[in-house]
């Protein structure tokens, strides 16, 4: 008997089995012939090629302009077409959610879909310079928001949904972008094999002689402790010099000053010889009888002082010194520590991450008043999510955590939005079917973030912040409050061995994670001490004054909001926002850890294809096709023959199926796989 190869077929719905094996199957030797996209239904799957598959030319995007998805292979450009077709359409914002763990390629897959967006959408004179603003906020904010992982050349550290708000008639006119959780503590702390931010090489790279020396500057990064605790100084394929130009380019586009581009020189300057401030040994104070320390090279305060605008002497002071407000109102006072070095190093530290973390925020926000246009909520938009894949490093802290968190909540929108949502559909129109079973991760997201009936670790987080307490008292408080969740793990709760003292793991929806909470309650706090802010804010700077102007100092009636409980509802917000929208999905996989080019590890791929649900989604789609439409399966068998054709493969026919499918043309029971049969004579409303 002939029949269809299973390695030919390019939406996976049309696979005679669905399992582990033929997903597999198909994905990989798609992924051999550079076929880099899979569709499931409406779901597209991306392999990371790790090389150029030159698909992207603009004779490309021609080819799915304006074309039904399968008129053409596989490809994000159809993705991108679909959704701006839709929101015109029907008059409603769309977004698209692209999911994978990290290096899986979802920031490319961003900004491809950014490009088709901006090829098939009206052009006029304003129009086009909308869009060639909209497309240069991408080298930006890669520049200062991207960095060399372990696992990612160009890996995103932090999230970013950007909005592209169009007039009806379907002209690009505006947008917006919103950040999330800035991996600040790469800014002090590199790993080895990693490096800092692109923008700090670039920058070295980029600038003239002249320009360095008026930084007070060395062109080589070894020369910078927040650089040189890693070896690794270049990236492959990547030209820091040249990406640095980039940056100039799109900082001029997006309406930056020169005066304004100069100042973010001098923040980015003052933050690498803050890294190089060295305080002596401790020694015992007869004042307090507390050991103190001083800065043994005085004259680089000096320039730091400069660089940042504020006065030299007193900045110099704010380093070795803190203030700490007592009482309230009229009882209210102030006392004054001197800090010993370890205080004082990480007074430093959280200035320069302050500092960065404060710039970035600045960046976007000057990006936004440049794309703001009047009355967005009479506007169509289509939204764009790139944001920090899942990560399982050796070493897992807050900012894994955080990461791993958001990756938890997009997997409850995917769930929400598809596979409960159908199956609940279903139930409610009394039609028979064989559930398709999948991971609700729900109780985890609850586990993590709830306040009651018992608290989560994030309110747990909050409550050592509030009373003062350190790491160890967290690690009591989750064993006593999170004692009887299974998706938590700790030594003391399970008596395993293969937990260290102070670690706690959680059973993710991507795989168990063991996270160490050292420095958990400290980078919650997220503290830079009053004195240090008050300097700032006493700048000579307009830039610097404006990256600290929403602080207040001194001001002891209002407990600032940690760091945790912020992300928390800020995720909260953003899920509340695609709730809204008509969701897209691309699910981005990433083949190897080498990041070599037609290399597929089959152990890490097939665990990916668990976890973002490529084994359920087939079968509850197909099954949702032949109830609604089972004309459209005889349609989409002959689609897969063109695209076939068109990919160049072999192709073989199976008899039985064939004649299987066309028979579903006017019957009115229809067999599904051999699972259940159902009546298909009333249409089928949905509500999702």
């Known amino acids: 008997m002939e029949t269809i190869d299973a390695n030919a077929v390019p939406d996976l719905i049309l696979l005679n089995t669905i399992d582990e094996a033929s997903v597999y199957n198909t994905v990989c030797n798609r992924y051999y012939k550079d076929q880099i996209y899979t569709y499931i239904g409406d779901v597209v799957i991306s392999v990371?090629?790790?090389?150029?598959?030159?698909?992207?030319?603009?004779?490309?995007?021609?080819?799915?302009?304006?074309?039904?998805k399968y008129e053409r292979p596989p490809h994000v450009y159809a993705l991108a077409n679909d959704a701006y077709s839709d929101m015109l359409r029907n008059c409603q914002n769309q977004c698209v959610i692209i999911s994978g763990e990290s290096g899986a390629g979802k920031t490319e897959a961003s900004k491809i879909i950014m490009s088709y967006i901006a090829a098939a959408s009206t052009s006029t004179t304003g129009v086009d310079k909308i869009k060639k603003m909209l497309l240069e906020s991408n080298p930006l904010?890669?520049?200062?928001?991207?960095?060399?992982?372990?696992?990612?050349?160009?890996?995103?550290?932090?999230?970013?949904?950007?909005?592209?708000?169009?007039?009806?008639?379907?002209?690009?006119?505006?947008?917006?972008?919103?950040n999330y959780l800035l991996e600040k503590s790469r800014v002090t702390g590199v790993t080895q094999g990693e490096r800092n931010f692109h923008i700090f090489y670039q920058l070295l790279a980029g600038l003239n002689q002249n320009e360095l020396d008026n930084l007070r500057l060395n062109p080589s990064a070894d020369h910078y402790n927040y650089l040189n605790r890693s070896t690794v100084r270049t990236v492959p394929g990547m030209n820091d010099k040249g990406e640095f130009e980039k940056t100039k380019f799109a900082m001029s586009i997006l309406g930056f000053s020169d005066t304004e581009i100069q100042e973010v020189y001098r923040v980015l300057a003052a933050i690498l010889h803050l890294g190089n401030v060295k305080f002596a040994a401790d020694v015992l104070d007869r004042s307090s009888n507390q050991p103190v320390t001083d800065i043994e090279n005085k004259p680089l305060v000096t320039v730091i002082a400069n660089l940042l605008g504020a006065d030299p002497d007193n900045f110099y002071k704010c380093l070795l010194m803190r203030s700490i407000s007592t009482g309230y109102n009229v009882t209210k006072s102030i006392i004054h520590i001197k800090n010993n070095k370890i205080?004082?190093?990480?007074?430093?530290?959280?200035?320069?991450?302050?500092l960065y973390e404060r710039l970035f925020d600045w960046i976007v926000k000057k990006i936004n008043q440049t794309l703001f246009t009047e009355k967005q909520e009479q506007l169509l938009s289509i939204g764009l999510l790139d944001i920090y894949g899942f990560e399982i490093f050796d070493n897992n802290s807050f900012e894994q955590f955080c990461i791993n968190l958001?990756?938890?909540?997009?997997?409850?929108?995917?769930?929400?939005?598809?596979?409960?949502?159908?199956?609940?559909?279903?139930?409610?129109?009394?039609?028979?079917?064989?559930?398709?079973?999948?991971?609700?991760?729900?109780?985890?997201?609850?586990m993590i973030e709830s306040a009651k009936p018992r608290p989560g670790i994030i309110p747990l987080i909050d409550q050592c912040v509030i009373?003062?307490?350190?790491d160890k008292h967290l690690m009591e408080l989750l064993d006593q409050n999170l004692k009887g969740n299974e998706f938590y793990s700790s030594w003391i709760k399970n008596r395993d061995r293969s937990i260290p003292d102070g670690h706690f793991k959680i059973k993710h929806y991507a795989?168990?994670?063991?996270?160490s909470l050292n420095g958990f309650v400290e980078k919650s706090k997220d503290t830079l001490y009053s004195d240090l802010v008050s300097a700032m804010k006493s700048s000579k700077s307009a830039v610097v004054q404006g990256l600290f102007e929403d602080v207040e100092v001194g001001s002891t009636n209002k407990r600032t909001v940690t760091a945790g409980i912020q992300f928390r509802n800020a995720l909260a917000a953003l899920v509340a926002k695609l709730l809204q929208c008509n969701p897209h999905y691309v699910r981005c996989i990433k083949p190897n850890e080498e990041k070599k080019s037609l290399t597929i590890n089959e152990q890490r791929t097939k665990h990916q294809i668990q976890y973002l649900g490529l084994l359920s989604f087939p079968s509850l789609f197909s099954f949702f096709l032949f109830l609604l439409f089972p004309s459209f399966f005889l349609f989409l068998f002959f689609f897969s023959l063109n695209t076939l054709q068109e990919e160049k493969k072999s192709l073989t026919?199976?008899?039985q199926?064939?004649?299987?499918?066309?028979?579903?043309?006017?019957?009115?029971?229809?067999?599904?796989?051999?699972?259940?049969?159902?009546?298909?004579?009333?249409?089928?409303?949905?509500s999702c």
């Open 467 to 470: 009373t003062n307490h350190d």
């Open 657 to 686: 199926r064939t004649k299987h499918q066309i028979q579903y043309l006017g019957r009115e029971e229809v067999s599904y796989h051999q699972r259940t049969t159902y009546k298909a004579s009333n249409p089928i409303s949905r």
């Open 343 to 354: 205080q004082a190093e990480l007074s430093r530290d959280s200035l320069a991450k302050g």
């Open 141 to 178: 904010l890669e520049a200062f928001g991207n960095a060399r992982t372990l696992r990612n050349d160009n890996s995103s550290r932090f999230g970013k949904y950007m909005e592209i708000h169009f007039k009806h008639n379907g002209a690009p006119v505006g947008g917006k972008i919103s």
């Open 48 to 68: 990371n090629p790790y090389k150029d598959v030159k698909n992207t030319s603009p004779a490309t995007i021609e080819d799915y302009k304006g074309r039904y």
């Open 653 to 655: 026919i199976n008899e």
């Open 511 to 515: 795989g168990d994670v063991l996270y």
């Open 406 to 446: 958001c990756n938890e909540k997009l997997q409850q929108v995917f769930i929400e939005l598809t596979l409960k949502c159908e199956q609940e559909e279903y139930q409610r129109e009394g039609i028979k079917w064989t559930p398709v079973d999948y991971f609700d991760n729900k109780d985890i997201c609850n």
